[in-house]
């Protein structure tokens, strides 16, 4: 089982940029996918980006695609989302997840095999 925990969620400017990250726990991390989902107010929880597990297979939405990247290390057990040039739209809740395989994670969020908690970010126009 992996156990996640996010962290560098807060408030920012419209064109400004953010770092989440999200540290695991669990054994079996090093093999796992992980990645980022949102949720925005009255939405519903739409998929963000993957990485694989060499951090070398990546997939984004469309709506972050050129703004938003990610990474992982996988001597610190973290993964991170870096987001430049929010836009308002881009307010939500993020989760991280994690699953043993990096495909098809936006038409299966619910049978991903562990969540963190969330952390908001706040995109102020």
């Known amino acids: 089982q992996v156990q996640l925990v996010e962290s560098g969620g807060g408030l920012v400017q419209a064109g400004g940029s953010l770092r989440l990250s999200c540290v695991a726990s669990?054994?079996?991390?090093?093999?796992?996918?992980m990645g980022w989902f949102r949720q925005a107010p009255g939405k519903e929880r739409e998929f963000v980006a993957v990485i694989g597990w060499n951090g070398v297979i990546t997939y984004f939405a469309d709506s972050v695609k050129g703004r938003f990247t990610i990474s992982r290390d996988k001597a610190k057990n973290m993964v991170y989302l870096q987001m430049n040039s929010l836009k308002p739209e881009d307010t939500a809740v993020y989760y991280c997840a994690a699953d043993p395989v990096y495909r098809d994670w936006g038409n299966r969020p619910n049978a991903l095999n562990a969540w963190g908690q969330g952390t908001l970010v706040t995109v102020s126009s």
């Open positions: 669990g054994r079996t991390f090093s093999s796992y996918a």
